[in-house]
């Protein structure tokens, strides 16, 4: 590997890898604020314009979708963060 193929210090493929890991750890934080918790204590207020906004049916699909949707990307950033960890190369032993 020489130089050109280096990215701030890393492969551009683990640099890849963590723009994607970054924009899913950004994604899942805004999509669980959005989200009803089952009390519809604080989720409630922060998530409460989709109901004013869509109408109460809407709000609550949009919550199922949101709910898919979030699965989804935490398993595949789980996976991604796995991925990354097991193609991190090892520094060379010290001389």
């Known amino acids: 590997m ?4 280096l990215i701030f210090g890393v492969s551009t493929v683990e640099f890849i890898f ?3 890991i970054l924009v ?3 994604f ?5 604020l959005l989200q009803h918790g ?3 204590h604080l989720s ?3 998530a409460g ?3 004013t906004f869509f109408g109460k049916e ?3 699909t949009i919550d199922k979708i949101l709910s898919m949707v979030t699965s989804v990307v935490s398993v595949v950033f789980a996976i991604a963060v796995i991925v990354l960890y097991v193609m991190q190369t090892s520094p060379p032993p010290a001389a």
Not at 28 to 32: D, H, M, W
Request: no cysteine; glycine share 14%; charged share 20%.
């Open 49 to 51: 314009g989709a109901e």
């Open 58 to 60: 809407k709000g609550k």
């Open 44 to 46: 409630g207020t922060i």
């Open 18 to 20: 963590g723009t994607v």
């Open 24 to 26: 899913f750890a950004v």
């Open 28 to 32: 899942l934080t805004v999509a669980v």
């Open 2 to 5: 020489n130089s050109a193929d």
């Open 38 to 40: 089952k009390t519809h």
